[in-house]
């Protein structure tokens, strides 16, 4: 309808409109308005809240900004109206120990730069009752809650249990772990034991036999040749090992030094001390200490440091980490060969190998299995299948199955195995005093022959191949 002068009506009023926006995890709220029309009415206090209600917004509201957004209304901006509280995850439990859990072993460096070996500090003593470790529990958390009112469970921490192992007293509150007697305190696979210690207060010879013991080993004397010594614990020789067996959990020391001959083996699942090396083989887990290494195999899982006179001659000594010596290899006269190799860790590639060949002899067994199960299923095909052999069939698809995923996962361990064998990153080779002409050295892949002496130097691997350079560590 016009007006009598044919002039438009004018446009009708519009009131403010407002648009609630609620952030991803719900812990905001905002209003943004848009502004009111020709002459419409902006929100009042009132409808602010029945909007905030209508969207369902109940917690966290600032009623501040409420108001002064309704007595100052700003347009088209996200005004902040409503904050949730977060949730707040729980803390893990915590071990916290009142013993070395990794003792180290070190015979002391006299003034006159020889070697104490009776002096190592070895022994951990305890006495029963002694508090070995107790438990920050883990918290539960606390929950949140968003602009909605509903809550947001915060994540638990992680429990841990406390590390007992042989004589050791759990508390009744399960916080606490103590000493259930006197002896020495072993480290291992994670838990805490006290052990007994066997002492031989002689040799290991005829008189005692081979020693096979759950604890700790002490022999006062020597160990004769073709004894065998086994101890899940630590072992301490105070004499020498000739051509015997030693294998150990924990550390190894030999105060007396080892004639290893042609069958001698020392095997040791941490570190190690030895005054001397001279013949058979030492697989140790971790650092292996001694003044002289001739003829030998060695693998070592940490660090290898000769102190003393320092020297490797005529030996293959493998270390993850590192070798320090005084000298390596032999004047040019000399045919002894000696081959220093870091940077792999052979144990891993060890078992790395023996899984590879376990999973070749599983896909052959996956392959005979095939050829009996093919005729089976022509016959099920064909519907000439009696019901044995049908039973037949079903027992040997589903072994199939099974020989199939276990061949999976040993081909992928070992796969994994023999990268992480692989750790040449940081691994050096230091020489304090020479490295003699014929010496290889290999690292990783890369191997070098020393085509002349080096003094005062470190080997090292990059990424154009072995290098040296000025002795790094003294």
Do not use: W
């Amino acid at each position: 309808m016009t007006n009598i002068n044919n002039e438009a009506a004018p446009p009708p009023p519009v009131s403010a409109e407002a648009q609630l926006n609620i952030s991803p995890d719900s812990l905001e709220a905002s209003i943004l308005i848009k502004p009111p029309e020709n002459g419409g009415s902006d929100l009042s206090y009132r409808q602010l809240k029945d909007f905030l209600t209508k969207g369902r917004i109940s917690f966290g509201t600032d009623e501040a900004a409420l108001i002064n957004l309704s007595e100052n209304p700003v347009y088209n901006q996200n005004i902040i109206i409503a904050n949730g509280v977060p949730s707040e995850n729980g803390e893990d439990a915590e071990i916290i120990y009142y013993i070395e859990t990794d003792r180290k072993i070190k015979p002391k460096e006299k003034a006159d730069g020889s070697v104490d070996f009776k002096d190592l500090g070895m022994i951990q003593d305890i006495k029963q009752g002694l508090l070995l470790c107790e438990k920050r529990p883990a918290t539960p958390g606390k929950n949140g809650t968003d602009v909605r009112g509903l809550a947001i469970k915060a994540v638990p921490g992680k429990d841990i249990a406390l590390p007992s192992g042989q004589n050791t007293i759990i508390s009744e509150d399960k916080l606490k772990l103590t000493a259930a007697l006197d002896g020495h305190v072993s480290f291992s696979g994670g838990k805490i034991s006290v052990l007994n210690t066997f002492v031989v207060n002689g040799s290991v010879s005829v008189e005692t036999g081979n020693i096979d013991f759950s604890g700790n080993v002490v022999v006062r004397g020597d160990v004769s040749q073709g004894y065998i010594i086994k101890a899940t614990g630590d072992v301490t020789i105070e004499g020498t090992v000739e051509a015997a067996e030693i294998k150990t959990g924990g550390d190894l020391i030999i105060k007396g030094g080892f004639l290893g001959g042609d069958s001698g083996v020392l095997e040791a699942g941490h570190n190690a001390t030895c005054r001397f090396i001279e013949g058979g083989r030492a697989e140790i887990k971790g650092n292996l200490e001694t003044t002289y290494i001739m003829n030998s195999e060695i693998k070592c899982g940490g660090e290898v440091n000769l102190v003393g006179k320092g020297l490797i001659r005529g030996s293959y000594v493998t270390a993850v980490k590192s070798v320090t010596a005084n000298f390596i290899g032999a004047p040019k006269a000399s045919a002894t060969n000696t081959v220093i190799e870091i940077g792999t860790d052979p144990f891993l590639a060890e078992q790395a190998e023996r899984l590879a060949k376990e999973s070749e002899d599983m896909k052959k067994n996956i392959n005979n299995l095939e050829q009996m199960i093919a005729p089976l299923d022509r016959g099920r095909l064909a519907g000439t299948l009696s019901f044995d052999k049908y039973k037949q069939l079903e027992k040997a698809n589903l072994l199939m199955a099974t020989l199939k995923q276990k061949y999976k996962e040993i081909k992928d361990e070992a796969e994994r195995l023999k990268q992480s064998s692989d750790t040449k990153r940081g691994a050096a080779i230091n020489v304090r005093q020479t490295a003699h002409t014929g010496t290889k050295i290999v690292i990783g892949s890369e191997m070098l022959v020393l085509q002349t002496d080096h003094d005062r130097v470190t080997f090292y691997r990059d990424a154009e191949g072995i290098t040296f350079t000025p002795l790094l560590r003294d």
